[in-house]
């Protein structure tokens, strides 16, 4: 059992990446091999159009650009399921993650008219979002809809997909050292200490069911 993790945050150690290594330990606690990939570190870009991974006579459900994550891809190819995690940035995941999931996901689309997928395993997926927003605003400013169109692709091309939304996020360790009045830091301080926690075991409960 291999579960792999892509981590679309740049900051290591805070919220995304905490959450996504306790879904990894949780994995590795019913005996699965686990990988952290970290997408800051990697020299790649998004989906060139190319058309490559439809070509006749070519990899046909496969990138080929060969850049840094290739190897991911085919690691991912092979795993026996994978989580995903990005923070929310003005209304969207990251750019990273955003161009990694592109080009994940276009190559295992079928322009054929049977049009199903080319990855053709069922595997356990799940997505970890991390926001500034509070939980009741979510619908009002279009969220919940964009968080189930995310599992619903990765429902279709892979298999079962379980989604994580956590809320209010502790941001930095000293609020007084930036414009930031808007919050309320005591309060997000609580949530650190009280309700993150929980959303660590609620992610390592995911990590639990993707390697059972």
């Known amino acids: 059992m291999n579960v792999i993790a892509v981590n679309g945050s740049a900051r290591k150690g805070w919220n995304t990446h905490t959450l996504l290594q306790k879904a990894l330990d949780g994995a590795a606690s019913k005996g699965a091999q686990t990988e952290m990939v970290n997408l800051y570190d990697l020299d790649f870009k998004g989906c060139l159009g190319c058309l490559g991974c439809k070509r006749k006579g070519g990899e046909v459900g496969r990138c080929v650009v060969k850049d840094a994550l290739r190897p991911v891809f085919d690691r991912i190819a092979e795993c026996d399921a994978f989580?995903?995690?990005?923070?929310?940035?003005?209304?969207?995941?990251?750019?990273?993650?955003?161009?990694?999931?592109?080009?994940?996901?276009?190559?295992?689309?079928?322009?054929?008219?049977?049009?199903?997928?080319?990855?053709t395993r069922r595997i356990k997926t799940a997505f970890v979002f991390t926001t500034n927003c509070p939980e009741n605003f979510y619908e009002q400013v279009g969220y919940v809809a964009k968080f189930k169109e995310y599992e619903g692709m990765l429902g279709r091309m892979f298999g079962e997909c379980k989604t994580l939304a956590v809320s209010e996020t502790w941001q930095i360790d000293d609020y007084d050292k930036y414009h930031m009045s808007m919050f309320d830091v005591p309060d997000r301080k609580r949530r650190r200490e009280e309700v993150f926690p929980k959303d660590c075991d609620n992610a390592f409960a995911i990590g639990e069911w993707m390697a059972t």
């Open 83 to 119: 989580i995903l995690g990005s923070p929310i940035y003005i209304g969207e995941v990251t750019g990273e993650l955003r161009s990694f999931y592109e080009r994940l996901t276009f190559q295992y689309i079928s322009y054929d008219k049977e049009s199903a997928p080319l990855f």
